[in-house]
């Protein structure tokens, strides 16, 4: 059974940083392909960034140069620094793993990150 525990939301002034972390459990983690998505209530799901298992990144071009995205197989987590955030970045954060061959695509229960002085 796949798991993932997110971690590191929280509220945050505009300008600051965060990092989230995302640890999983019940997969291979280093086959695995990771991402970071957000979501606002009444908005569709959104893609933050992901970090496929060979380490190639992919951004969402409104994070871009704001965000890293980063994965630590041997400790099976997977991390988000966010930098020079701004009141919109505020969302619930979901972790996600996939993989195609064997047939998982499974989210975590999300970590509120609120922006705001």
């Known amino acids: 059974q796949v798991q993932l525990v997110e971690s590191g939301g929280g509220l945050v002034q505009p300008g600051g940083s965060l990092r989230l972390s995302c640890a999983a459990s019940g997969i291979i983690f280093r086959i695995a392909d990771m991402g970071w998505f957000r979501q606002v209530q009444g908005n569709e799901r959104e893609l933050v960034a992901r970090?496929?298992?060979?380490?190639?990144?992919d951004y969402a071009d409104s994070m871009k140069g704001r965000v890293t995205i980063s994965r630590d197989n041997a400790k099976n987590t997977v991390y988000l620094e966010m930098s020079s955030v701004k009141p919109e970045d505020t969302a619930v954060y979901y972790c996600?793993?996939?993989?195609?061959?064997?047939?998982?695509?499974?989210w975590g229960q999300g970590t509120q990150v609120t922006v705001s002085s």
């Open positions: 970090i496929s298992s060979s380490g190639r990144t």
């Open positions: 996600n793993a996939r993989n195609g061959m064997l047939g998982y695509n499974s």
